[in-house]
């Protein structure tokens, strides 16, 4: 197994510090969704425990770290959370490991620098039923943030926009993150297959 790189996380205290999940989540339309939301990347839980709350659908919760998927578990516990599934996977090697079609949402959030964002992007792409969405944040470029990874290897929106379409999905729109300065937001979506 491998991690992307410049995946490292900080201590978990201080990594929250740097979001407000519920209004990204709200932001990005991850709120009030009945069906299965997929998460590549969860880390420390710090959008799967408020998207588990937001949402009457199982969140699966996915990363390769066996202690970032410890602790995604042991906070969906503590917080009476059964509709979480934390789960250690190389998804980039392994795919998802859900069946095709059967989510409604897949958060892409500060993931999307690794080497092959548009193989990830066209396995969201597999796991949504039509009309599913993909919400995307990462950290800016423009501005001096406290983390992140290199900012010559951060994504823009736009260049985001272009992978997912190559990925085969539509553009909504982006979103600015008054709630998360140091972020960028975009949502993306499952076109209908032509008949």
């Given amino acids: 197994m491998s991690k992307g790189r410049e995946s490292g996380m900080p201590e978990a205290d201080y ?31 710090t959008f799967t425990i408020p998207a588990a709350k937001a949402n009457s659908g199982k969140v699966i919760a996915l990363d ?36 095709a079609g059967t989510c409604q949402y897949a958060m892409l959030f500060n993931i999307l620098h690794i080497e092959r964002p548009v ?35 951060r994504p823009s929106a736009e260049q985001c926009r272009v992978w997912g379409e190559q990925a085969g999905l539509n553009f909504v729109r982006y979103e600015s993150l008054c709630c998360c300065s140091w972020h960028w937001g975009l949502v993306m979506s499952r076109p209908a297959l032509l008949a």
Avoid: Q
Avoid at 23 to 43: A, P, V
Avoid at 121 to 150: E, Q, Y
């Fill in 119 to 153: 193989e990830l992007l066209k396995f969201s792409f597999a796991a949504l039923a039509t009309g599913g969405k993909v919400g995307i944040i990462h950290w800016r470029s423009d501005i001096k943030t406290p983390r992140g990874p290199s900012p010559d290897i």
């Fill in 64 to 99: 390769i770290e066996p202690d970032m998927v410890t602790a995604t578990a042991r906070k969906a516990r503590e917080a009476g959370l059964p509709n979480v599934k934390a789960e250690r996977r190389d998804f980039m090697e392994s795919d998802c490991g859900i069946p």
């Fill in 15 to 45: 990594w929250d510090s740097f979001f407000n999940p519920s209004c990204i989540l709200s932001r990005l339309d991850c709120t009030g969704i009945h069906g299965d939301i997929l998460e590549f990347g969860c880390g420390y839980g």
